[in-house]
């Protein structure tokens, strides 16, 4: 894959980064997100619940499934 790990999902690329998620038991809630750039290379750890596209440098991202 283009992105270097198994990620089970990911969103489109905003600003440079992509938003991917991987999980084990295949629920949205149960996924942890994290961050790559268009290289490929982990940027952020997927350490989020949740995590949004780039908007003016920022993203949108939950740490529990509360912040859903």
Do not use: C, H, Q
């Amino acid at each position: 894959n283009r992105y270097g790990e198994a990620w089970n999902t990911m969103e489109s690329a905003s600003e440079g980064f992509v938003a991917v998620g991987r999980s084990g038991k295949g629920l949205l809630a149960d996924y942890s997100w994290g961050y790559v750039d268009l290289g490929g290379e982990l940027i952020i750890e997927p350490i989020f619940n949740r995590a949004g596209p780039f908007r003016e440098g920022l993203a949108r991202v939950a740490l529990s499934v509360d912040d859903l």
